[in-house]
């Protein structure tokens, strides 16, 4: 965990690196204890869905019980009144933006800021639940968006995998992304790409090739992250870039390909999420049973990748987890 020492720092120093596979800040390790708060920007909203006082109150709480990292969603594409799917959203239609959500993505940095906080700030989502992947696919074919409860989990999944290869719906979301990078916080005045804190840039929830027999999408997969990577680059030269990878399991249980999309130069360190729930490894009526089982598996599934981080000098954030 860092703590300030009493000097004079810019905003620019403070800012988190990486050297030779360490977190640095300041000059001296970093180190942090993480927590997913996806609808932090919607929380400090003044419209619908916001409630400053409590975000106050919830940041403070993770504050006081060493909890200074979190992972928030930039906000959520499409119409509202989705089955499963959050709200407001951030961009109803491509290039269309709800101001009263990005106030809340402003406030929230400034908050994070006072309290030496940082927020790993994700664009996309392979999941329905905030638009993402299928909302990109849905507006570049002007087509109704698929929804998985309603259409079922095959069609969503066929729909999800065209993404990586409609050169349209990608442009809509690097579109998204020039928009966001080149943001200026309205309340500090600290432009995005010089505040403190931003821990790092990541390019979706959970990216997934969605390859299947029919269509194998991994290496149109692995040129999306790689060219999404590139952009944010180029449009901040100073803060991390992150995946956003389940690992192992989200890169269709192929190792290499969870290699070559953490190897690319602009990507800061690995990412992996622990489900053994979901993953079938507990089953939900002999969890005794199976916690063993799950135990083992988990610890093989986090060695995999700190082998890989060793591999390529990079460390591993164990981003997601849970039964």
């Not at 870039?241 to 290699?259: F, H, N, P, R, V």
């Amino acid at each position: 965990m860092f703590v300030a020492m009493g000097c004079t720092t810019t905003p620019e120093s403070k800012i988190i690196t990486i050297e030779n596979g360490q977190f640095m800040r300041n000059g001296q390790p970093y180190y942090f204890v993480g927590t997913n708060f996806w609808y932090g920007a919607i929380l400090g909203s003044e419209g619908e869905g916001g409630n400053r006082e409590r975000l106050a109150k919830e940041l403070d709480f993770m504050k006081a019980h060493g909890i200074d990292n979190l992972r928030v969603l930039i906000g959520g594409e499409g119409e509202n009144g989705l089955l499963g799917k959050i709200e407001p959203n951030l961009q109803p239609k491509p290039g269309e933006y709800n101001d009263e959500v990005l106030a809340g993505l402003d406030y929230l940095l400034m908050e994070l800021g006072k309290r030496d906080m940082t927020a790993v700030l994700y664009f996309n989502n392979a999941w329905e639940w905030s638009g993402g992947y299928t909302q990109y696919v849905a507006w570049a074919n002007n087509e109704p968006v698929l929804v998985p409860r309603v259409d079922g989990w095959f069609s969503y999944n066929t729909f999800a995998g065209e993404f990586v290869r409609n050169e349209r719906a990608k442009e809509l979301y690097y579109n998204h992304i020039r928009y966001i990078v080149t943001r200026t916080n309205r309340y500090t005045g600290i432009k995005y790409i010089d505040d403190p804190a931003i821990f790092s840039w990541q390019i979706s929830n959970e990216p997934r090739a969605f390859s299947s027999k029919e269509q194998d999408n991994k290496e149109a997969f692995a040129e999306w992250i790689t060219t999404s990577a590139k952009l944010i680059r180029e449009l901040d030269p100073n803060h991390m870039i992150s995946t956003g990878s389940e690992g192992y399991y989200g890169c269709e249980w192929d190792m290499e390909l969870c290699e070559k999309i953490h190897a690319i130069d602009e990507i800061s360190y690995i990412n992996c999420h622990v489900w053994p729930y979901n993953w079938k490894w507990m089953r939900g009526d002999k969890m005794q049973e199976d916690l063993q089982r799950s135990c083992e598996n988990t610890e093989e599934y986090i060695n995999m990748h700190i082998e890989l981080a060793d591999k390529i000098n990079k460390p591993l954030v164990v981003e997601e987890f849970g039964m």
